[in-house]
Every structure is written in structure tokens, then in C-alpha cells.
């Protein structure tokens, strides 16, 4: 059909909800009544209520939660695993170019059902920081516009520098 250069249609059984995995794009707002549709959904932590959960657990409990939350999804954009992240420390550091922030942009308003603003992540913010805001936009705190930048890793124990092949240098 494409090589032969005359019109055509084509007719394809789609998996929206697996094509959505492998692009983030698809899991927004605007594409959401394609996996409906199909009649598929992702099982596991994306069926979490999370502002039931913010009525329900102490403001410690939640903040916790998206923390792990949180890590997950970044460390799937950075493809490193959750638990080597440094919580506190930028999101850039970690590896994180503009991309990858629109990917984390669209995985948050996915996953959490808020919106951060793409110049609010664009600004240097941590993972601990980034779970402050969704937890305040879950609990209708006032959000807070101030950009808390994080503190410069290199003077920790732990670098947040990431190398080529992204592994996590000591």
C-alpha cells in the first residue's frame, strides 16, 4: 500500500493502552478515550485514587507515598532504577533534559489527575519537590509559586551526576 503509491486503507487492531506505554503522549487527557474505548486499562499504582488518599492518610503517609510514586515515574523516564534516585536532588542533575521533563509532565497529569506547569519543571526542581506540589494540589493547599531550588548534591556523600550510560557515580 505505501510502496505501491496508489491510496489505500489500512485496518489495524490496535492496543492503545500497551502503545501508550511506549509512548506517554498517548496516556494524556487528549487520547485517554482511545484505551476507554478499547476497553483496556493499565492495572496496578495508575488506578490509585490519589485524592482519596490524600482524605485518608496523614500528610506524612502521602508525602511518602508519592515520594515512591514519584521515583517510579522518573526513574522509568531516566530508565534507572527507582531506589538509586537522590530525592533532593534536581530532577536535571539526575539526567533529566527537556524531553524527558515534557515525558514527566505528561506522566504526572496521567498518573496523579494534576497539572504542574512545564516552567514549574522547568525550574530546577527535585523529585522531593515535585511530590511537595502534587501533594499540595491533592490536598487544595494554596500552591506555592516559590521555587524552592534544591541544595547542590556535589557536596553530599552521593553525587547526582550521571554518566553517559547513566549509571549513578559515587
Known amino acids: 500500500i505505501v510502496l505501491g503509491g496508489k491510496p489505500g486503507a489500512l485496518i489495524a487492531d490496535i492496543n492503545w ?15 485517554r478515550g482511545l484505551a476507554a474505548k478499547g476497553g483496556e486499562r493499565d492495572s496496578g499504582a495508575d488506578d490509585l485514587d490519589f485524592v482519596a488518599l490524600a482524605a485518608q492518610l ?3 503517609e502521602l508525602l511518602d507515598l508519592l515520594l515512591a510514586q514519584v ?41 496523579f489527575g494534576v497539572e504542574i506547569s ?3 519543571l522547568s525550574q530546577d ?16 493547599a494554596a500552591p506555592d509559586t516559590g521555587i524552592k531550588r534544591p541544595m547542590p548534591c556535589r557536596n553530599r556523600r552521593i553525587s547526582c551526576r550521571v554518566t553517559p550510560n547513566r549509571s549513578i557515580r559515587t
Open 17 to 31: 493502552g500497551r502503545l501508550g506505554g511506549a509512548l506517554p503522549a498517548l496516556r494524556s487527557a487528549k487520547f
Open 118 to 120: 512545564a516552567m514549574t
Open 71 to 111: 521515583s517510579q515515574v522518573i526513574g522509568q523516564i531516566l530508565h534507572m532504577p527507582a531506589e538509586k534516585l537522590n530525592r533532593d536532588c534536581s530532577v536535571f542533575e539526575l539526567g533529566m533534559d527537556s524531553l524527558m521533563g515534557l515525558e514527566l509532565r505528561l506522566s504526572i497529569e496521567q498518573k
Open 58 to 60: 496523614s500528610p506524612e
Open 125 to 140: 526542581v527535585s523529585v522531593r519537590r515535585i511530590a511537595e506540589m502534587i501533594q499540595g494540589r491533592l490536598t487544595g
